[in-house]
Protein backbone atom coordinates (compact mmCIF):
# COMPACT_ATOMS: atom_id res chain seq x y z
CA UNK A 1 0.00 0.00 0.00
CA UNK A 2 1.03 3.60 -0.45
CA UNK A 3 1.56 6.37 2.22
CA UNK A 4 -0.63 9.43 2.24
CA UNK A 5 2.30 11.18 2.65
CA UNK A 6 4.67 13.22 0.43
CA UNK A 7 8.02 13.51 2.22
CA UNK A 8 11.35 15.61 1.37
CA UNK A 9 15.15 14.33 1.51
CA UNK A 10 17.78 15.54 3.27
CA UNK A 11 20.56 16.30 0.52
CA UNK A 12 21.73 15.47 -2.86
CA UNK A 13 22.09 12.03 -2.61
CA UNK A 14 19.57 9.24 -0.61
CA UNK A 15 21.10 8.07 2.78
CA UNK A 16 21.00 4.51 3.43
CA UNK A 17 18.57 5.37 5.97
CA UNK A 18 16.54 7.19 3.72
CA UNK A 19 16.22 4.46 1.39
CA UNK A 20 15.34 1.93 3.94
CA UNK A 21 12.43 4.59 5.26
CA UNK A 22 11.19 5.34 1.39
CA UNK A 23 11.03 1.53 1.08
CA UNK A 24 8.85 0.76 3.65
CA UNK A 25 7.03 3.56 3.79
CA UNK A 26 5.78 3.97 -0.04
CA UNK A 27 4.86 7.66 -0.07
CA UNK A 28 2.83 9.01 -2.48
CA UNK A 29 5.15 12.22 -3.65
CA UNK A 30 8.66 13.45 -3.04
CA UNK A 31 9.25 17.29 -2.97
CA UNK A 32 12.43 18.97 -3.86
CA UNK A 33 14.11 21.87 -2.37
CA UNK A 34 17.23 24.09 -3.19
CA UNK A 35 19.02 21.69 -1.25
CA UNK A 36 18.45 19.13 -3.28
CA UNK A 37 19.58 20.35 -6.28
CA UNK A 38 22.92 20.64 -7.80
CA UNK A 39 23.10 20.05 -11.38
CA UNK A 40 20.15 18.09 -13.68
CA UNK A 41 22.14 15.07 -14.01
CA UNK A 42 22.16 14.69 -10.41
CA UNK A 43 18.83 15.52 -9.90
CA UNK A 44 17.53 12.65 -12.48
CA UNK A 45 19.53 10.26 -10.64
CA UNK A 46 18.07 11.33 -6.98
CA UNK A 47 14.36 11.15 -8.73
CA UNK A 48 15.36 7.71 -10.04
CA UNK A 49 16.82 6.53 -6.70
CA UNK A 50 13.59 7.47 -4.89
CA UNK A 51 11.42 6.26 -7.70
CA UNK A 52 13.48 2.67 -7.14
CA UNK A 53 12.81 2.76 -3.48
CA UNK A 54 9.27 3.61 -3.49
CA UNK A 55 9.39 0.33 -6.34
CA UNK A 56 7.03 2.39 -8.46
CA UNK A 57 6.47 4.94 -11.24
CA UNK A 58 3.58 6.36 -9.95
CA UNK A 59 5.14 9.23 -7.99
CA UNK A 60 4.48 13.14 -7.83
CA UNK A 61 7.86 14.92 -7.58
CA UNK A 62 7.14 18.25 -6.42
CA UNK A 63 8.86 21.69 -6.62
CA UNK A 64 7.87 25.18 -5.65
CA UNK A 65 8.89 26.95 -9.27
CA UNK A 66 6.43 29.53 -9.14
CA UNK A 67 8.63 32.42 -10.53
CA UNK A 68 10.19 35.81 -8.44
CA UNK A 69 10.95 34.81 -4.76
CA UNK A 70 9.60 31.66 -4.50
CA UNK A 71 11.76 29.38 -7.43
CA UNK A 72 13.87 26.29 -6.36
CA UNK A 73 15.58 26.25 -9.55
CA UNK A 74 17.43 29.07 -10.11
CA UNK A 75 20.00 29.83 -13.20
CA UNK A 76 22.20 28.19 -14.30
CA UNK A 77 20.10 25.54 -13.01
CA UNK A 78 17.07 26.55 -14.47
CA UNK A 79 15.44 29.72 -16.29
CA UNK A 80 14.84 32.74 -14.28
CA UNK A 81 11.16 33.47 -13.92
CA UNK A 82 9.12 36.58 -13.42
CA UNK A 83 6.93 36.84 -9.99
CA UNK A 84 3.10 36.56 -10.66
CA UNK A 85 2.86 40.06 -10.41
CA UNK A 86 4.56 40.54 -13.78
CA UNK A 87 1.80 39.17 -15.37
CA UNK A 88 -0.60 41.55 -13.64
CA UNK A 89 0.98 44.44 -14.77
CA UNK A 90 1.02 43.07 -18.38
CA UNK A 91 -2.85 42.41 -17.77
CA UNK A 92 -3.62 45.96 -16.70
CA UNK A 93 -1.80 46.69 -20.27
CA UNK A 94 -3.25 44.25 -22.39
CA UNK A 95 -5.10 40.92 -21.29
CA UNK A 96 -5.15 38.74 -24.36
CA UNK A 97 -0.84 39.16 -24.27
CA UNK A 98 -0.50 38.74 -20.64
CA UNK A 99 -3.15 35.57 -20.46
CA UNK A 100 -1.23 34.01 -23.67
CA UNK A 101 2.56 34.76 -21.79
CA UNK A 102 1.08 33.19 -19.03
CA UNK A 103 0.22 29.90 -20.63
CA UNK A 104 3.36 30.12 -22.81
CA UNK A 105 6.19 30.73 -19.95
CA UNK A 106 4.03 28.12 -18.05
CA UNK A 107 4.02 25.37 -20.99
CA UNK A 108 7.82 25.81 -21.43
CA UNK A 109 8.38 25.50 -17.65
CA UNK A 110 6.59 22.08 -17.46
CA UNK A 111 9.13 21.55 -20.65
CA UNK A 112 12.07 22.38 -18.46
CA UNK A 113 10.94 20.33 -15.68
CA UNK A 114 9.56 16.92 -17.04
CA UNK A 115 13.27 17.45 -18.73
CA UNK A 116 14.52 16.56 -15.12
CA UNK A 117 12.25 14.07 -13.84
CA UNK A 118 9.94 16.74 -11.85
CA UNK A 119 5.88 16.17 -12.58
CA UNK A 120 4.44 18.73 -10.33
CA UNK A 121 4.45 22.36 -9.84
CA UNK A 122 3.00 23.87 -6.34
CA UNK A 123 1.41 27.12 -8.38
CA UNK A 124 -0.65 28.97 -8.98
CA UNK A 125 -1.04 30.82 -6.20
CA UNK A 126 -4.73 32.22 -6.22
CA UNK A 127 -4.61 34.19 -3.20
CA UNK A 128 -6.05 37.85 -2.79
CA UNK A 129 -3.59 39.93 -1.06
CA UNK A 130 -5.37 43.21 1.08
CA UNK A 131 -3.98 46.35 2.06
CA UNK A 132 -1.74 45.75 5.57
CA UNK A 133 -1.70 41.74 4.56
CA UNK A 134 1.89 40.32 5.12
CA UNK A 135 4.59 40.33 2.27
CA UNK A 136 4.56 36.37 2.70
CA UNK A 137 1.95 36.45 -0.78
CA UNK A 138 2.55 39.58 -1.66
CA UNK A 139 4.30 39.91 -5.67
CA UNK A 140 3.17 36.15 -5.75
CA UNK A 141 -0.23 36.84 -6.36
CA UNK A 142 -1.53 37.40 -9.86
CA UNK A 143 -3.21 40.82 -8.73
CA UNK A 144 -6.01 41.87 -6.20
CA UNK A 145 -9.09 41.57 -8.42
CA UNK A 146 -10.68 37.91 -8.33
CA UNK A 147 -11.15 38.09 -12.58
CA UNK A 148 -7.79 39.03 -12.83
CA UNK A 149 -6.02 36.31 -10.86
CA UNK A 150 -8.64 33.61 -12.14
CA UNK A 151 -7.91 34.44 -15.73
CA UNK A 152 -4.09 34.29 -15.32
CA UNK A 153 -3.83 31.34 -12.77
CA UNK A 154 -6.23 29.38 -15.43
CA UNK A 155 -3.47 30.36 -18.12
CA UNK A 156 -0.93 29.03 -15.76
CA UNK A 157 -2.63 25.62 -14.79
CA UNK A 158 -3.39 24.87 -18.51
CA UNK A 159 0.16 25.66 -19.70
CA UNK A 160 1.48 23.25 -16.65
CA UNK A 161 -1.04 20.72 -17.61
CA UNK A 162 -0.70 20.96 -21.83
CA UNK A 163 3.15 19.73 -20.79
CA UNK A 164 2.14 16.98 -18.20
CA UNK A 165 2.55 18.91 -15.18
CA UNK A 166 0.32 18.97 -12.13
CA UNK A 167 -0.38 21.95 -11.38
CA UNK A 168 -1.38 22.52 -7.65
CA UNK A 169 -3.11 25.29 -6.50
CA UNK A 170 -2.85 27.22 -3.66
CA UNK A 171 -3.46 28.05 -0.22
CA UNK A 172 -7.08 27.02 -0.05
CA UNK A 173 -9.07 28.76 1.09
CA UNK A 174 -7.07 31.68 0.57
CA UNK A 175 -3.88 32.91 2.32
CA UNK A 176 -4.68 37.03 1.09
CA UNK A 177 -5.51 38.09 4.29
CA UNK A 178 -3.05 36.27 6.82
CA UNK A 179 -1.11 39.57 8.67
CA UNK A 180 1.32 36.74 9.65
CA UNK A 181 3.76 34.09 7.25
CA UNK A 182 2.60 30.57 7.98
CA UNK A 183 6.28 29.99 8.55
CA UNK A 184 6.89 31.30 11.51
CA UNK A 185 3.26 32.06 13.34
CA UNK A 186 -0.24 31.15 12.70
CA UNK A 187 -2.53 33.21 11.61
CA UNK A 188 -6.16 34.71 12.17
CA UNK A 189 -8.47 36.43 10.00
CA UNK A 190 -11.00 37.93 11.69
CA UNK A 191 -13.63 38.58 8.71
CA UNK A 192 -16.64 37.19 8.53
CA UNK A 193 -17.92 33.97 6.33
CA UNK A 194 -19.84 35.99 4.00
CA UNK A 195 -16.87 38.76 3.26
CA UNK A 196 -14.52 35.70 2.59
CA UNK A 197 -16.98 33.63 0.36
CA UNK A 198 -17.25 36.99 -2.03
CA UNK A 199 -13.50 37.71 -2.54
CA UNK A 200 -11.00 35.20 -0.89
CA UNK A 201 -13.11 32.16 -1.88
CA UNK A 202 -13.99 33.05 -4.97
CA UNK A 203 -10.91 32.62 -7.07
CA UNK A 204 -10.73 28.69 -5.65
CA UNK A 205 -14.66 27.92 -6.55
CA UNK A 206 -13.56 29.44 -9.88
CA UNK A 207 -11.20 26.79 -10.12
CA UNK A 208 -13.02 23.95 -8.26
CA UNK A 209 -12.24 21.40 -10.98
CA UNK A 210 -8.01 21.55 -10.89
CA UNK A 211 -6.75 18.05 -10.14
CA UNK A 212 -4.82 18.94 -7.12
CA UNK A 213 -4.68 21.71 -4.13
CA UNK A 214 -2.64 22.53 -1.12
CA UNK A 215 -4.58 24.22 2.27
CA UNK A 216 -3.54 27.26 4.09
CA UNK A 217 -2.51 26.92 7.71
CA UNK A 218 -4.34 29.78 8.54
CA UNK A 219 -7.52 30.13 10.91
CA UNK A 220 -10.46 31.92 9.92
CA UNK A 221 -12.33 32.46 13.03
CA UNK A 222 -16.04 33.27 11.89
CA UNK A 223 -15.76 29.62 10.36
CA UNK A 224 -13.83 27.53 12.83
CA UNK A 225 -12.09 29.79 15.98
CA UNK A 226 -10.21 26.73 17.05
CA UNK A 227 -8.39 25.08 14.24
CA UNK A 228 -6.14 26.72 10.93
CA UNK A 229 -7.49 25.16 7.76
CA UNK A 230 -5.67 22.53 7.10
CA UNK A 231 -6.37 20.71 10.66
CA UNK A 232 -10.61 22.10 10.16
CA UNK A 233 -12.69 19.50 9.88
CA UNK A 234 -15.30 22.38 9.63
CA UNK A 235 -13.59 24.30 6.86
CA UNK A 236 -12.64 21.29 4.56
CA UNK A 237 -15.91 20.07 4.87
CA UNK A 238 -18.27 22.79 5.03
CA UNK A 239 -16.02 25.29 2.88
CA UNK A 240 -12.87 23.95 0.94
CA UNK A 241 -15.30 20.65 -0.32
CA UNK A 242 -18.63 21.89 0.47
CA UNK A 243 -18.73 26.08 -0.38
CA UNK A 244 -15.72 25.76 -2.62
CA UNK A 245 -16.81 22.23 -3.97
CA UNK A 246 -12.93 21.52 -4.71
CA UNK A 247 -13.21 17.54 -5.02
CA UNK A 248 -9.17 17.37 -5.95
CA UNK A 249 -6.77 15.97 -4.25
CA UNK A 250 -6.40 17.89 -1.44
CA UNK A 251 -2.89 18.43 0.66
CA UNK A 252 -1.79 20.00 3.53
CA UNK A 253 1.00 22.77 3.51
CA UNK A 254 4.19 21.73 5.24
CA UNK A 255 3.44 20.03 8.16
CA UNK A 256 6.77 21.43 9.87
CA UNK A 257 5.38 25.60 9.70
CA UNK A 258 5.24 26.97 12.33
CA UNK A 259 1.80 27.71 12.56
CA UNK A 260 1.00 24.44 13.43
CA UNK A 261 1.53 23.10 17.09
CA UNK A 262 1.68 19.66 18.46
CA UNK A 263 3.87 16.62 17.74
CA UNK A 264 4.56 15.95 14.28
CA UNK A 265 2.47 12.48 14.53
CA UNK A 266 -0.08 14.44 15.73
CA UNK A 267 0.13 17.18 12.98
CA UNK A 268 -0.40 14.54 10.08
CA UNK A 269 -3.04 12.62 12.00
CA UNK A 270 -5.25 15.85 12.11
CA UNK A 271 -4.87 16.75 8.80
CA UNK A 272 -5.93 13.84 7.21
CA UNK A 273 -8.57 13.55 10.37
CA UNK A 274 -10.05 16.98 9.06
CA UNK A 275 -10.71 15.38 5.50
CA UNK A 276 -7.29 15.79 3.31
CA UNK A 277 -5.95 13.11 1.42
CA UNK A 278 -2.28 13.74 1.82
CA UNK A 279 0.03 15.12 4.25
CA UNK A 280 3.07 17.45 3.08
CA UNK A 281 6.49 17.20 5.34
CA UNK A 282 9.08 19.32 3.83
CA UNK A 283 12.30 19.29 5.98
CA UNK A 284 13.84 16.09 5.12
CA UNK A 285 14.95 15.54 8.55
CA UNK A 286 14.30 11.81 9.08
CA UNK A 287 12.76 11.54 12.54
CA UNK A 288 10.39 13.96 11.71
CA UNK A 289 9.75 12.41 8.41
CA UNK A 290 9.14 8.85 10.48
CA UNK A 291 6.66 10.64 12.57
CA UNK A 292 5.23 12.22 10.16
CA UNK A 293 4.71 8.89 8.18
CA UNK A 294 3.28 7.10 11.56
CA UNK A 295 0.30 9.71 11.12
CA UNK A 296 -0.19 9.31 7.48
CA UNK A 297 -2.94 6.14 6.65
CA UNK A 298 -2.35 3.91 3.73
CA UNK A 299 -3.65 5.58 0.74
CA UNK A 300 -7.13 4.44 -0.46
CA UNK A 301 -10.78 5.36 -0.89
CA UNK A 302 -11.24 8.24 -2.68
CA UNK A 303 -7.96 9.41 -1.52
CA UNK A 304 -6.78 7.06 -3.86
CA UNK A 305 -9.34 8.07 -6.94
CA UNK A 306 -7.96 11.53 -6.43
CA UNK A 307 -4.37 10.31 -6.38
CA UNK A 308 -5.03 8.54 -9.36
CA UNK A 309 -6.88 11.07 -11.45
CA UNK A 310 -3.97 13.74 -10.84
CA UNK A 311 -1.38 11.35 -12.20
CA UNK A 312 -3.68 11.11 -15.21
CA UNK A 313 -2.34 14.66 -15.99
CA UNK A 314 1.15 13.61 -15.84
CA UNK A 315 0.37 11.42 -19.38
CA UNK A 316 -0.57 15.35 -21.63
CA UNK A 317 1.78 16.39 -23.77
CA UNK A 318 0.52 19.43 -26.59
CA UNK A 319 3.73 20.78 -28.85
CA UNK A 320 5.86 23.92 -27.02
CA UNK A 321 6.32 26.72 -29.33
CA UNK A 322 9.72 27.47 -27.56
CA UNK A 323 10.54 30.58 -29.29
CA UNK A 324 7.31 32.30 -28.68
CA UNK A 325 7.63 31.24 -24.94
CA UNK A 326 11.33 32.50 -24.50
CA UNK A 327 10.22 35.70 -26.51
CA UNK A 328 7.35 36.20 -23.90
CA UNK A 329 9.43 35.69 -20.71
CA UNK A 330 12.17 37.96 -22.18
CA UNK A 331 9.33 40.81 -22.07
CA UNK A 332 8.22 40.00 -18.78
CA UNK A 333 11.88 40.00 -17.44
CA UNK A 334 13.02 43.11 -18.71
Known sequence: MRSALITGVAATALTPQETDFLRDTRPAGLILFARNLVEHAQIRALVA???????TDKLLVLIDQEGG??????????RALPAAAAYGRLYARDLAQATEAAFAVARLLAEDLKAIGINTDCAPVLDLPVPRSHAVIGD?????????VVRLARAVADGFMAGGVLPV???IPGHGRATKDSHLALPVVTESRKELAASDFAPFKAFNTMPAGMTAHIIYRDIDPDAPASTSA?????VIRGEIGFDGLLMSDDLSMKALSGGMRQRAESVIAAGSDIVLHCNGDLREMRLAAAGAPALQG???QRFETAL???N???PCDIAVAEAHLARLLT
Do not use: F, M, N, W
Open 69 to 78: RVQRLRPPLG
Open 312 to 314: GVL
Open 316 to 318: AHQ
Open 302 to 304: RAL
Open 169 to 171: IKH
Open 140 to 148: RAYGTSIDQ
Open 49 to 55: AVREAVG
Open 234 to 238: IVTRD
